[in-house]
């Protein structure tokens, strides 16, 4: 079957899982998309073991012709990220940059050298000889918290605004910043050339602020182009070129594309949706950009599902993979537990922040995607046949699962405890005035 043809077969696939869940369960979709294929891919597996039918091999092969990494990396993960820019009402991200800003760099660097240097210790613990650099790695791509999961299910909870903020502003650019340290500690994990401090530091600055740049001028010129001319369609029309053509560009240039589609995003959705866009095209923008990211997200869950077809396990593989999980969510904790230390000295958050925060930090296709773009033949175990692409990428498929079944589906009853916690902090002046009083002296300081 050609690529195309796959596609088409995977969102019927998945568009008759959403239906069906919308009949018969109560599961948010992309969870029951992912739980689906998931029970499908271990049906195929199972009915394989046993000599029913073998449909494995067909169906790993089929999957690998669509290179997953590639097709989000290098396609969706533009419409998805642009899609998630829209969304955000920019006086909201003003009042929580700070915390943003933090949450984006600092958690993400924390949880990362954390995560690293945990999971290199447990690895001389069991015998096994994975490089110090291979752990930072596997660090770099989870420590980000995805937005397309985030997106998907969190933010349509109707979570307090100041969590709601700050959950999807860190989710949309720690991504960014997220993909540009993956790719530094690539480079130096698997680059022919000796890496140096300044070179590092220079490659960093170059994807992470040049996409910021790159980004904002793209905003500028769609924006330009959108507010000269009145026909509707041809306004949403040229919203798509962003995501396309502007994220393709991105990458030829050497920037980070998905900071340049958030920036944009957040450009289009918060300047130009007020006093460029016709009436028309205004009422059905949201629309069209919602149709747009559920129609894509469905394919992406079904494929996170599927992917474990494409994977070879072993039985060591079971016990990094039990390992990743709460070694990954003890990192998340740790990382935001440090940032609201220094957050708590200057306002009044709500109790359950920290938890939510923690606990709905999801992470989904994009690090399967960065974990199936580590090459393989890089020998950790040559008698068993595992390298280090086999080792992060069981371990990174562990945290998704995890991540977006067992997560994102319990994730619910905290966030109406964080919505009680609210309506009580809004009618206790004591509380209020406390905000009030560290909001004027942070702004006096």
Not at 375 to 383: Q, R, T
Request: some cysteine; glycine content about 10%; proline content about 3%.
């Amino acid at each position: 079957m050609t690529v195309y043809t796959t596609l088409c077969f995977l969102a019927a696939a998945a568009m008759l899982i959403a239906f069906i869940n919308s009949k018969i369960g109560q599961m948010q979709t992309t969870i029951a998309i992912t739980a689906g294929a998931l029970i499908l891919s271990l049906g195929i597996v199972i009915s394989g073991h046993n000599d029913w039918f073998d449909l494995k091999d067909f169906a790993a092969n089929t999957l690998n012709e669509i290179h997953f990494d590639d097709f989000l990396l290098k396609g969706v993960l533009g419409f998805l990220l642009f899609a998630g820019g829209l969304g955000i009402k920019l006086p909201n991200l003003k009042d929580q940059k700070w915390e943003i800003t933090v949450l984006a760099l600092g958690a993400t660097l924390v949880s990362t050298f954390f995560i690293g240097g945990a999971a290199w210790l447990f690895f001389q613990l069991i015998g096994i000889p994975f490089a110090f650099i291979y752990c930072l790695l596997f660090g770099a791509l989870i420590s980000p918290t995805d937005p397309i999961a985030v997106l998907a299910i969190v933010k349509k909870l109707n979570a307090p605004k100041r969590i709601s903020t700050q959950i999807e502003g860190e989710s949309l650019f720690n991504d960014g910043f997220g993909l540009v340290i993956f790719i530094t500690l690539f480079t130096v994990a698997f680059g022919t050339e000796t890496p140096t401090v300044m070179g590092v530091v220079e490659l960093f600055l170059h994807e992470a602020i040049g996409g910021i740049i790159y980004g904002f001028f793209l905003g500028l010129l769609f924006h330009y182009l959108i507010c000269h001319t009145d026909d509707h369609s041809m306004e949403l029309l040229l919203t798509l070129g962003i995501p396309t053509a502007g994220y393709v560009f991105a990458s030829l240039i050497g920037v980070s594309g998905p900071l340049a589609m958030v920036v944009a995003g957040i450009m289009i959705g918060n300047w130009t949706r007020y006093i460029g866009f016709s009436p028309e095209s205004e009422e059905h923008l949201d629309h069209f950009w919602e149709l747009v990211d559920e129609f894509l997200n469905g394919i992406l869950f079904l494929l996170i599902g599927l992917s474990m077809l494409t994977f070879t396990f072993h039985k060591e593989d079971w016990i990094m993979m039990a390992f990743a999980v709460p070694l990954v969510l003890a990192g998340r904790y740790l990382s935001v537990r440090l940032c609201y230390f220094g957050f708590n000295r200057y306002r009044h958050y709500n109790p359950y922040s920290v938890k939510i925060l923690t606990w709905g930090g999801l992470r989904g296709g994009l690090a399967i995607a960065m974990a199936m773009a580590v090459p393989a033949g890089y020998m950790v175990l040559p008698e068993k046949n595992i390298d280090v692409r086999e080792i992060i990428l069981v371990m990174t498929y562990a945290v998704v699962v995890f991540s977006i079944l067992v997560q994102g589906s319990t994730i619910t009853k905290m966030i109406e405890k964080a919505k009680v916690a609210e309506r009580d902090m809004a009618i206790n002046p004591r509380i209020e005035g406390e905000e009030k009083t560290a909001s004027e002296s942070a702004n006096n300081g």
